[in-house]
């Protein structure tokens, strides 16, 4: 169980929880198995992120590779097909997978969504002002966050907090929210663990690098330098459509303790991303 979870970019804990369910379920799926098409609630598994991975190889925007068949991975679809002359029904069924194993498979390279995300990072203000921004916390760091958001917002960004356990929900809200920006925050007992996300075929260039930011100026002060950022899948980084990063921060009291050191080094890490987004 742990290494399947440390594989999928889960938190590795050994117990087969909801997410480590949902996890499983979605690893049984091989693209070909089923028809794939757009419906509420969205379609998930590994299926959809072969698909995903395929179009955006070959150059229709089906949005990051989070293996959800949402609005943007329908309309890559459709495009497709009308591209090379199959009904543009939405639907990817036998056809459709024998067209992109086809002709993916003549191409290497990054995907349209990474692409166009650096594009993004690139043509993007350099400086806080105006740029919005999500810090959420998911549990016993409220302190921190308000802090966190208190120092942003007088550096001149824009800045919303939100304040439940729910990944899922904060990813929505930061949707919503028109963020250039999602900060997560939550309690640990032990060690640190900064996240982005990443999955075989996408990482989220921007993530990584204020991932990297972090690490650099919020670590030390707690004493856990070596606590180098990792890719993960959990929800609010898999859900969100912006550059993300979930910081787990503890033990929660030598967090609040250090509250003052930590939103400097927050705030430090930020401004520097927002200046240099790429590496």
């Known amino acids: 169980m742990c290494a399947f979870q440390g594989a999928r ?21 091989n693209l070909g198995d089923r028809l794939l098409y757009h419906r509420s609630p969205n379609l998930r598994g590994d299926d ?11 150059g229709f925007d089906a ?11 329908a309309r890559a679809l ?9 009904p543009s ?38 400086t806080l002002a105006g740029r919005r921004i999500v810090v959420g916390q998911l549990g016993s760091l409220g302190i921190v966050a308000r802090a966190v958001a208190k120092a942003l917002r007088q550096a001149g960004a824009t800045v919303m907090t939100l304040d439940e356990p729910d990944g899922s929900a904060h990813a929505q ?22 996240a982005y996300y990443a999955v075989p075929g ?3 260039v921007g993530g990584r690098r204020l991932a990297h930011l972090l690490h650099d100026r ?15 899948r959990v929800p609010v980084l898999r859900e969100t459509r912006m550059p993300a990063v979930l910081c787990e921060l503890g033990p929660v009291r030598d967090v609040v303790r250090s509250t003052p050191k930590v939103v400097l080094g927050v705030v430090s890490a930020v401004t520097c991303w927002v200046e240099t987004p790429e590496v």
């Open 9 to 29: 970019g889960l938190r590795v804990d050994g117990r087969c929880d909801e997410q480590t369910w949902a996890a499983l379920v979605e690893a049984s799926w």
């Open 48 to 58: 959809i992120a072969a698909l995903q991975r395929r179009l955006g190889r070959l």
């Open 63 to 73: 949005g990051r590779v989070d293996g959800i068949f949402g609005p943007l991975t």
């Open 78 to 86: 459709d495009d497709f097909q009308r591209n090379i002359g199959l």
């Open 89 to 126: 029904d939405g639907v990817c069924g036998y056809e459709t997978i024998h067209a992109l194993q086809r002709l993916g498979d003549r191409i290497a390279g990054p995907s349209i969504a990474a692409v166009r995300e650096a594009e993004q990072l690139r043509r993007a203000p350099r």
């Open 173 to 194: 809200a930061a949707n919503r929210f028109g963020a250039d920006l999602y900060l997560g925050l939550a309690p640990t007992d032990g060690s640190v663990t900064i």
């Open 202 to 204: 996408f990482e989220s």
């Open 218 to 232: 919020v670590a030390p002060v707690l004493g856990l330098a070596d606590a180098a950022p990792h890719g993960m």
